[in-house]
Every structure is written in structure tokens, then in C-alpha cells.
């Protein structure tokens, strides 16, 4: 995300921002990070996945996952103007794809 050069380190300082980030800070405070680097650790790397779960409850593990052609968007309306996500429109937008992540899998009675 971000890096202190070596000969100018600050205390209580992130240094700047990566190439290739995006970088926004929310109505709330919230810093909203964007790279395609993010993710890539974990895409197609089942080994990695695990290394995760195992420092988490069963509830918040990872499970299934897809990698999207494109970014969530305010003109897609996935995302308001603050960058929070509207899941309702996720859900509608990726229909198909959540759909087939869930295929054959019991519906609780």
C-alpha cells in the first residue's frame, strides 16, 4: 500500500502511496485501498487460503471466491458515493456467478 523510503523514515507516518494503488478515506474515516495486488496472494493458491483460515473462527473462513473482470463501481451501483458496498445490487449484478459458487448445495430447511 504504501512505503517509508529507508532514508526518510517518520514515526507515525505509512509514507506514500505504491504505484498502482488507489487510495481513499471515507466520510467515516475508513481507509478505502484498491490494487490489483490485494487479492493476488490468494488467487489460485489453495495453500495460501489456508494460511488464513487457520487464524480464524469456522464463520469468518474463507470458502469460496471469485476473481471479477472488473472493479465493484459507483456506475455499476455497487458502490454509493462514500465507496460503502450495496449488496443488494452485488447480488443482482452477479446473479450467475453466486449461483453457480452455490450450485448443489442444500437450501436449510
Known amino acids: 500500500m504504501s512505503l517509508n523510503p529507508i532514508d526518510r523514515l517518520r514515526a507515525g507516518s505509512i509514507g506514500k502511496r505504491l504505484p498502482g494503488v488507489e487510495v481513499r478515506l471515507a466520510e467515516d474515516c475508513e481507509l478505502l485501498v484498491s490494487s490489483?495486488?490485494?487479492?493476488?496472494?490468494?488467487?489460485?493458491?489453495?495453500?495460501?487460503?489456508?494460511?488464513?483460515?487457520?487464524?480464524?473462527?469456522p464463520f469468518e473462513q474463507i470458502r469460496k471466491f471469485r476473481v471479477l473482470d472488473r472493479d465493484f463501481s459507483i456506475e455499476h451501483g455497487e458502490l454509493t458515493a462514500t465507496m460503502k458496498l450495496r449488496r443488494g445490487r452485488v447480488l443482482e449484478n452477479h446473479r450467475a456467478l453466486i449461483a453457480e459458487m452455490y450450485a448443489g448445495r442444500e437450501e436449510p430447511a
Request: net charge positive; aromatic share 14%; glycine share 4%.
Open 36 to 57: 490489483s495486488a490485494l487479492f493476488s496472494g490468494y488467487y489460485r493458491d489453495p495453500r495460501a487460503v489456508a494460511r488464513v483460515n487457520c487464524h480464524l473462527a
